[in-house]
């Protein structure tokens, strides 16, 4: 897809516009395209959407499955609309906002969808129930163990599938069989809410192609460990006899940090390429069901990937071990019946970046990702100065992962700040708006902002600080921000960018 200069924007749904306490699929998706036309902007990115817990503080890169979308990003008033909720049950209010309150919007969303459900039962016409049924045999390779996953963990108060009894967290058939008839209303459950997000999904990217806007997903490189992927995929990851990891997945100490930890099961690459990499090809066809381009977050990991024992106290104590290298996306490339160099993949190439990493990106033609903020101005050849980004790059103001760029900006040393000055040629009244610019006006075939940066919004409005466990993924932007003024601005410089 990426032939042309073009730009676009970063927005993740939970934080659209709207009621309801978090952004949707529904009025407030369709506000954020309008805008994104309005702007001359072709692409629209986002985080995971798959669905989020408590118990890792909702965020999109821990999700309970790599397949399933997550319940909170419901429109429930297409569910009125379809009769199975009444206009008096979106009475209320849920937070603020402009900022999600997890908590409070779990349980209400969650009430309106057992309701859903329950009116669906009871009174759907036929070609409904057919068109549902239809839904869960097209996807049953995933669905129905998500939604049996999903009904256990309601069933044994959210803990974790490794502390449940023994029959099923082995996946003894006769107990999955007792399992899914015993529970046989929740599994349902949990499968019409798919389907409502399925069918809300392809309203959503075809009122974005009608809009001439592509969807920018992120697939993350690896699970979280208490997930229906690794429940029921034991074997595709390196597990003791208790389904533990015996080896967890993060990334060495740099000069200045100490490395870090995540806690993911690493995969056992061996045996997924004995099998022809099937659930890998299987997630990326899912995620390229739902989008147009998908950025591969931790792309070092499929080059080579940090594995640390799960008994270690520092990730210090872990290895390099190889990914599955140039195999895995030849197999890709055969599974999409695309050329090996026409991959529709970003790469997030941010760390430990060397060699071998990058000699697999560019075989495969995946443009990297290039970030302003971590640029050393006072050098002349640091590889994120938008100035020095190649073509084949992607280049952008900040990330989610990032501080926003008046907060980047506000914290900058006295030596970087005169440096950025002088090589953006401003006096950082309007930093926001000059980093954009440079990107937009850089070699890179995409140029990436996010609603924060245009806002010029500072620290206060950050969506996420890796290594923290709380006040992440909670902003949202509010519908009177998204102004025809800021609009037409961003479209002056996309045109005067040639994008």
């Not at 908590?103 to 016409?125: C, P």
């Not at 690896?222 to 429940?231: E, H, I, L, R, T």
């Not at 991959?343 to 443009?367: H, N």
């Not at 440079?438 to 075939?445: L, R």
Request: aromatic share 12%; hydrophobic share 40%.
């Amino acid at each position: 897809m990426l032939q042309q200069r073009a730009s676009g924007v970063f927005l993740h749904l939970t934080s659209l516009p709207g009621p309801g306490g978090v952004g949707d699929l529904g009025a407030g998706a369709r506000t954020f395209l309008d805008f994104l036309d309005a702007a001359d902007q072709r692409y629209w990115q986002f985080c995971p959407v798959g669905p989020t817990s408590d118990a890792y503080g909702h965020s999109p890169y821990a999700a309970d499955s790599a397949f399933a979308g997550n319940p909170l990003l419901v429109d429930l008033r297409d569910i009125v609309d379809r009769g199975y909720l009444d206009e008096s049950d979106l009475d209320g209010t849920v937070g603020e906002p402009e900022e999600v309150n997890y908590g409070a919007v779990a349980a209400y969303k969650r009430d309106r969808l057992r309701r859903a459900h329950e009116r669906f039962v009871a009174e759907a016409e036929e070609s409904a129930r057919e068109e549902f049924a239809a839904f869960r045999e097209r996807e049953s390779s995933w669905l129905a163990d998500y939604a049996l996953f999903a009904a256990l963990k309601g069933a044994h108060d959210g803990a974790a599938w490794t502390d449940w009894p023994t029959d099923l967290a082995d996946r003894d058939p006769e107990a999955l069989e007792a399992a899914r008839e015993s529970h046989a209303e929740a599994v349902e459950y949990h499968a019409f809410v798919q389907w409502l997000f399925d069918e809300q999904w392809a309203s959503l990217r075809a009122a974005a192609a009608d809009r001439g806007v592509a969807l920018v997903g992120d697939l993350p490189l690896y699970v979280a460990a208490d997930s229906a992927d690794v429940w029921a995929h034991r074997s595709a990851f390196e597990l003791d006899e208790d389904g533990e990891p015996g080896v967890v997945a993060g990334v060495p100490p740099n000069p200045g940090d100490d490395g870090q930890r995540w806690g993911n099961p690493v995969y056992d690459w061996a045996a997924l390429r004995e099998r022809g990499y099937e659930w890998w090809l299987a997630r990326v066809d899912g995620g390229l069901s739902r989008v147009d381009l998908v950025r591969l977050d931790h792309f070092k990991g499929f080059d080579e990937f940090w594995a640390i024992p799960a008994d270690a106290e520092s990730p210090a104590a872990g290895e390099w071990r190889p990914g599955p290298g140039a195999d895995f996306f030849e197999a890709v490339a055969a599974e999409l019946g695309v050329p090996a160099e026409e991959l529709p993949f970003i790469a997030e190439d941010l760390g430990f970046i060397d060699e071998s990493v990058t000699v697999l990106r560019e075989r495969f033609g995946v443009p990297g990702m290039r970030v302003a903020q971590y640029a050393d101005w006072c050098s002349a050849d640091s590889r994120d100065k938008p100035v020095n980004y190649p073509h084949n790059a992607v280049g952008y103001t900040s990330t989610h992962d990032t501080d926003t760029a008046v907060g980047y900006y506000d914290d900058l040393g006295d030596e970087q700040r005169d440096c950025l000055h002088y090589a953006l040629a401003t006096d950082g009244e309007a930093v926001h708006w000059d980093l954009l610019e440079a990107v937009w006006d850089s070699e890179a075939v995409l140029a990436m902002t996010t609603v924060q940066d245009l806002l010029g919004l500072g620290s206060e409005a950050r969506f996420n600080t890796p290594g923290t466990a709380a006040g992440n993924w909670r902003w949202r932007v509010t519908e009177d921000a998204l102004t025809d003024e800021l609009a037409g601005k961003l479209a002056g410089i996309t045109a005067a960018a040639l994008r």
